[in-house]
């Protein structure tokens, strides 16, 4: 018995160690699957980690893409705005050319008191017109960011004399006394864009002038401080104008501002001027503060910082002419007028028969060629939207056609068409000069005398005529800077010229190829280093265009236009080859 | 009220287990059951025939019972529930046909209660959004609670079904007695939106024709590539279904996912009707940390609340499928918060309430309903 307990002890001890033994494997196998499936989270977490990121990634690029494609459906359509408005500003500028035109001429007839008035009235309001169209022209330029700047060279008792024949007349009406100086020792010779500048003044002048019933208006340009090629100037402009209330300071620089007379009317305007203002002068990285007493007068102050310029540079400024008599020597000459409006033909045919100046009118393209063809002109005025073509593209025939008898004849464009493009074209292919619609007969005759007197300083030559051989060594447009730097030794300049002529096919090559490439970095870095080469060797036309260029294609600024300005530069280039070429053979025969 | 859980892989093991739990102390009056395609539906439906237990159910894209995820089985949950607190309603309907059915339920139920309130399966024919709006018409700002029925995820037909009916183009409906029953729920779904905003330019009911003017299918493409790749010669959309429209509405975002596409015009189904000119952004899972997330909103919406003596989730495929063998940790943890009773089905679009008390019809949500007698 006792044996057989023991058996069943034994037997009972091995059956809880089997038991204890499985339970042990079955945990085991727990503990397994716990972790077989932790492994199985982890990976699958990681795998989702790896999926998320792509997905993230192709989200964020497809993103981008729509954000890329919305951006230029946004330029679309802003190109397309801008084009409307500056289309609409042409149907606008067009017939008030002629109610302006037509009213300088009837008010030169005998008229009665009560008919003077009248005349007056449609005058004055066709001005009010074109200050608003002008206005709403500059602001939708601006908030398409479309303003360029463009830093030139001027000079700044030249540049005040022009502001004080616009508005000298002006003030002289309501018996103002209109003072502009230029503080002692501020530098002269500024480099800036001062087409805004001339804006920003005039504008400023102008509301004075309005506000203004009895008293003075000063300009005054004063240097506060230099620093290396800089200058901070402060432009003052102060008047006994009617003031602004404190209360409407801040408000005057946001648009359609408006601000009231002393008898409490609104005074006449879109209340545009002074957010145009306030926006060319951030542009220019300026600032504006006014400073008012209701009924005392108002005093604006512009503060900017300028790049200055010694010695030489008055002779490239823009030279004012103060003088708009008719030169006697024009009745000699003959002009030719591109233009297919009739009213604007009519008006300046009376105007040119005032003037005892004879005039060939041209009404489309067509026949302006069979014109330019036969006739050698003095002077030619053309209007840029012709019927049959584009008045740009029609001088540029001729700069490009070495046989004609109009090939270096003075152009000067007239047109109400607004777009800053044009005025680059027109500069590129040597326009002497270019003026909006509609003009006044004062500033056409101070237009026309520039572009002629420019056309024959130093004698019957045009200056910026291809050099013969009889011309005086580097008394032309071209080359200055060679002649002012190596003229004492023209060995010099005969080799750089020969440098110059086998470096730019090179360069126009390369040009080409990062063009095609779309590598606009190589591109900038290609024009940036001829450009100052085209500077040294003074070849006018060629460096505004690639100025131009390098401007644009600067960090891809605005490569829009880049085919358009490549092609003007390589037809430049080429005429340009042929000027150096001809000055060589000059300088073959002088050096020898 | 008592309840059960059950769950068996076949008709048979099922069969015995509810014979089993079938005693003195436990007579079942209701089961709200969800089984696989796979499963022979007809027999199984005949077992609470044969108790004379009214059943309100759908098939599924995978299962859940307490803490543990299914696949291709059926669970059911076994309540004793006052024959008198509950009806069970059937009716034929499609996509067009979807507010005149909810409407149609809305009606039976006030028939019934004074306070009826609603759980819902359908077939994917219905349109969810329908049948609130129905609802609503009826019974403004309604509890509505429920899922689409699945199919494993095979695109093919989901069924409601009933003691009576198992069909491809139903919505059937389990209305409570608000009186006598205490109904809780809420869904949250943590999807964030990616990218920009994008625009459907072309639509119809749930089938999108362009997005920002373009073939739709070539816009998901162009974002998702792969994903919303379709099988084989099958129209089915693998994967897009996690990466859904949130939809822009009146300031609030309503996720909507693609389901198949249509080659031949480069459109695209979803899973809920979107509206022509509406905005969206495009969405994509959040990390594994929304599990932690959803648990922690689901307990700050107990707060206060009755602890329920059973709960029913619909929880979305595409959850699932984005959170693979994780989503059994936000299961579990559910189940943790109350410890009782609880089934639910991986659902192709679910009914729930917003943390403001709107029902809406979601994708990608879980939608979470605590039920209890008074």
């Not at chain 2, 943590?190 to 459907?200: F, L, Q």
């Amino acid at each position: 018995m006792q044996k057989l307990e023991k058996i069943a002890e034994e037997l009972s001890r091995k059956i809880n160690e089997q038991v204890a033994s499985k339970e042990q494997s079955q945990e085991m196998i727990r503990q397994v699957e716990k972790i077989v499936k932790e492994i199985v989270k982890s990976e699958f977490r990681l795998k989702r980690t790896l999926r998320d990121n792509e997905i993230t990634n192709a989200v964020l690029k497809n993103t981008i893409t729509e954000l890329e494609r919305q951006n230029e459906i946004i330029e679309k359509q802003s190109k397309f705005k801008e084009e409307l408005f500056a289309s609409i500003s042409h149907e606008l500028r067009t017939p008030l050319h002629g109610i302006l035109g037509m009213s300088q001429l009837i008010s030169r007839t005998d008229m009665s008191e009560k008919q003077t008035n009248f005349v007056n009235v449609i005058k004055g309001s066709a001005d009010n017109l074109l200050v608003i169209i002008n206005d709403i022209l500059s602001l939708t330029k601006m908030n398409a960011g479309k303003i360029e700047l463009v830093e030139r060279p001027f000079y700044l008792p030249d540049f005040l004399k022009e502001i004080e024949g616009v508005l000298k007349l002006k003030a002289e009406e309501k018996n103002l006394f209109l003072r502009l100086e230029v503080a002692p020792d501020t530098p002269k010779n500024i480099v800036a864009d001062h087409i805004r500048i001339y804006q920003i003044l005039i504008n400023l002048l102008n509301n004075s002038i309005k506000f203004t019933e009895k008293g003075w208006i000063l300009l005054k340009i004063e240097s506060l401080a230099k620093r290396g090629d800089k200058a901070d100037l402060l432009f003052t402009i102060e008047d006994t104008g009617i003031g602004i209330e404190k209360e409407k300071q801040e408000q005057i620089f946001e648009p359609f501002s408006r601000v009231h007379d002393l008898e409490g009317g609104v005074i006449e305007g879109a209340g545009l001027g002074l957010n145009i203002v306030k926006k060319l002068m951030s542009l220019l990285g300026g600032k504006i503060s006014v400073e008012s007493k209701y009924g005392s007068g108002t005093c604006f102050k512009l503060y900017l910082t300028c790049k200055i310029l010694d010695g030489e540079v008055a002779e490239i400024t823009d030279t004012a002419i103060d003088e708009i008599e008719i030169p006697s020597t024009w009745k000699d000459l003959r002009f030719l007028y591109i233009e297919d409006n009739p009213t604007n033909i009519l008006y300046a045919k009376h105007l040119f028969l005032e003037w005892n100046i004879e005039i060939d009118i041209a009404e489309d393209c067509a026949k302006s060629r069979e014109k330019l063809k036969n006739n050698k002109y003095d002077c030619i005025l053309s209007d840029v939207k012709l019927p049959d073509g584009n008045g740009i593209d029609l001088i540029r025939e001729i700069r490009e056609n070495f046989n004609s008898p109009n090939y270096q004849t003075p152009v000067l464009i007239l047109t109400a068409s607004a777009s800053e493009h044009e005025r680059i074209i027109t500069e590129a292919i040597n326009i002497q000069s270019y003026m909006g619609k509609p003009f006044r007969p004062t500033h056409l005759i101070k237009e026309m005398k520039r572009a002629i007197d420019n056309y024959q300083k130093d004698g019957s030559e045009p200056t910026y005529k291809i050099p013969m051989s009889s011309e005086p060594v580097g008394k032309n447009k071209y080359f200055t800077l060679l002649y002012k730097n190596f003229g004492k030794n023209l060995s010099v300049v005969k080799e750089m010229l020969e440098i110059f002529k086998t470096q730019i096919p090179v360069t126009l090559e390369k040009l080409e190829k990062h063009h095609n490439d779309k590598n606009y970095e190589g591109f900038y870095f290609e024009i940036h280093r001829i450009k100052s080469t085209i500077k040294i060797v003074g070849l006018p036309q060629l460096l505004e265009l690639a100025m131009v260029m390098e401007r644009d294609t600067y960090e891809a600024a605005d490569v829009t236009m880049i085919s358009d300005y490549l092609d003007k530069f390589k037809k430049q280039a080429a005429i340009d080859i042929h000027i150096i070429e001809a000055e060589l053979e000059r300088l073959s025969k002088n050096v020898a | 009220m008592k309840t059960i859980t059950l769950s068996g892989h076949s008709v048979a093991d099922l069969s015995e287990k509810i014979n089993q739990s079938i005693t003195a102390d436990f007579k079942p009056t209701l089961a709200i059951s969800f089984g696989s395609v796979k499963c022979d539906l007809v027999a199984y439906v005949k077992i609470f025939n044969d108790h004379d237990i009214q059943l309100f159910g759908a098939s599924s894209a995978g299962e859940f019972i307490n803490e543990d995820r299914k696949e291709e089985s059926i669970v059911v949950l076994l309540l004793d529930m006052d024959p008198a607190a509950f009806a069970v309603y059937h009716q034929e309907a499609d996509f067009g046909t979807s507010f005149s059915a909810g409407h149609k339920l809305a009606k039976f139920g006030l028939d019934k209660f004074k306070d009826p309130i609603f759980l819902v399966t359908f077939s994917m024919t219905i349109n969810g959004e329908g049948v609130i709006a129905g609802v609503h018409d009826l019974i403004p700002r309604e509890k509505i609670f429920g899922g689409m029925a699945g199919d494993d995820f095979a695109m093919q037909a989901t069924y409601s079904f009933t003691n009576d009916q198992i069909s491809p183009s139903s919505l059937t409906g389990l209305v409570l007695d608000g009186d006598k029953i205490q109904v809780d729920g809420v869904a949250f779904c943590g999807w964030e939106p990616i990218g920009g905003k994008n625009r459907i330019t072309k639509s119809k009911d749930n089938i999108v024709y362009e997005i920002n003017g373009q073939p739709a299918m070539d816009v998901v493409k162009g974002v998702f590539g792969n994903f919303y790749e379709t099988l084989e010669n099958h129209d089915v959309l693998m994967g897009a279904a996690q990466y859904p429209f949130q939809m822009i509405k009146d300031g609030k975002y309503v996720l909507r996912a693609a389901l198949y596409s249509n080659e031949d015009d480069g459109s695209l189904i979803l899973a809920g009707p979107v509206e022509e000119g509406q905005e969206f952004r495009f969405s994509v899972a959040p990390g594994f940390e929304v599990i932690d997330d959803t648990l922690e909103k689901f307990k700050e919406f107990a707060i206060n609340k009755p602890k329920p003596e059973a709960v029913i989730l619909f929880s979305c495929k595409a959850r699932h499928m984005s959170l693979g063998p994780l989503v059994e940790d936000e299961l579990a943890g559910i189940h943790e918060i109350w410890g009782k009773d609880m089934i639910g089905f991986f659902t192709y679009g679910e009914i729930g309430m917003d943390i403001d008390g709107n029902s809406n019809f979601y994708n990608e949500t879980c939608s979470l309903v605590m039920i209890s007698e008074k």
